[in-house]
């Protein structure tokens, strides 16, 4: 059986509050916060409020149904909301496929080199992770990780999962 960890609200605010230490230490001041997909939703709209970015936006992220490690898509115009500067958020750089995908088709763009390049952060990079975002609030080895808001996910009987929240 395949190890889990629960992730606790607490460890989220936790996580968030690190990622924005970080970023308020480094010279780096964030237009605007996106988030990728649904896992980067409850973190972007929590580091909004830890960094006093109030411009949040969603970048809706999918795969072609069927294709493991398919190619990243999302709707072009939605790419148009995304502004120099940005912060893209997540919540796990597990493969970091998905984040390598959207930064290359970001990075095809000259309206987002130099200074206003996009930065990344994720609540957990997981160490075998293709992608290295900017900004991270804890490593993690290979176990599936659960996040509070995936409930749905985790609500089976054979799911047994260990919270990581208490490691160093």
């Given at each position: 059986?395949?190890?889990?960890?629960?992730?606790?609200?607490?460890?989220?605010?936790?996580?968030?509050?690190?990622?924005?230490?970080?970023?308020?230490?480094?010279?780096?001041?964030?237009?605007?916060?996106?988030?990728?997909?649904?896992?980067?939703?409850?973190?972007?709209?929590?580091?909004?409020d830890l960094l006093g970015v109030s411009k949040v936006e969603l970048l809706p992220v999918s795969r072609y149904k069927g294709m493991e490690g398919g190619q990243v898509r999302f709707d072009f115009k939605d790419r148009e909301r995304v502004l120099p500067r940005a912060l893209l958020v997540d919540d796990v750089a597990d493969k970091g496929d998905t984040l390598r995908d959207v930064s290359l088709y970001f990075n095809r763009n000259l309206h987002y080199y130099g200074p206003n390049r996009l930065r990344y952060a994720v609540l957990h990079l997981k160490r075998?992770?293709?992608?290295?975002?900017?900004?991270?609030?804890?490593?993690?080895?290979?176990?599936?990780?659960?996040?509070?808001?995936?409930?749905?996910?985790?609500?089976?009987?054979?799911?047994?999962?260990?919270?990581?929240?208490e490691q160093p």
């Open positions: 059986m395949p190890s889990y960890s629960l992730v606790t609200w607490r460890e989220v605010e936790t996580l968030v509050g690190r990622i924005a230490q970080a970023i308020l230490k480094s010279d780096y001041e964030p237009s605007q916060i996106v988030a990728i997909g649904r896992g980067g939703m409850i973190p972007a709209r929590l580091l909004s075998s992770s293709v992608f290295l975002p900017d900004f991270f609030g804890r490593e993690a080895d290979g176990m599936w990780i659960s996040y509070p808001w995936e409930r749905g996910e985790t609500d089976q009987p054979s799911f047994r999962g260990t919270s990581i929240g």
